[in-house]
């Protein structure tokens, strides 16, 4: 196991499921993957703009070119 770099925010590459925003916001921020995917589908089915924001970090978060 690596451990977690808390450098930059960037799209983490190796670990992604659909853009890799989850787990470079759970690398950055030194959370598990799976709990912050997990929070994140849980908080769809609440009102907010959670999937824009999404949408948003995926356009803006630098993929991270490191591997």
Same mark, same amino acid.
């Given at each position: 196991?690596?451990? +977690?770099?808390? /450098?930059?925010?960037?799209?983490?590459?190796?670990?992604?499921?659909?853009?890799?925003?989850?787990?470079?916001?759970?690398?950055?921020? /030194?959370?598990? &993957?799976? /709990?912050?995917?997990?929070?994140?589908?849980?908080?769809?089915?609440? +009102? /907010? +703009?959670?999937?824009?924001?999404?949408?948003?970090?995926?356009?803006?978060? +630098?993929?991270?070119? &490191?591997?």
């Amino acid at each position: 196991m690596t451990t +977690p770099s808390y /450098g930059r925010l960037t799209r983490d590459t190796r670990h992604k499921v659909v853009a890799g925003v989850c787990s470079g916001l759970a690398r950055r921020f /030194g959370l598990s &993957r799976g /709990g912050l995917r997990a929070a994140f589908v849980i908080s769809c089915v609440l +009102p /907010g +703009p959670q999937f824009i924001a999404y949408v948003l970090l995926w356009a803006l978060m +630098p993929a991270d070119d &490191r591997y």
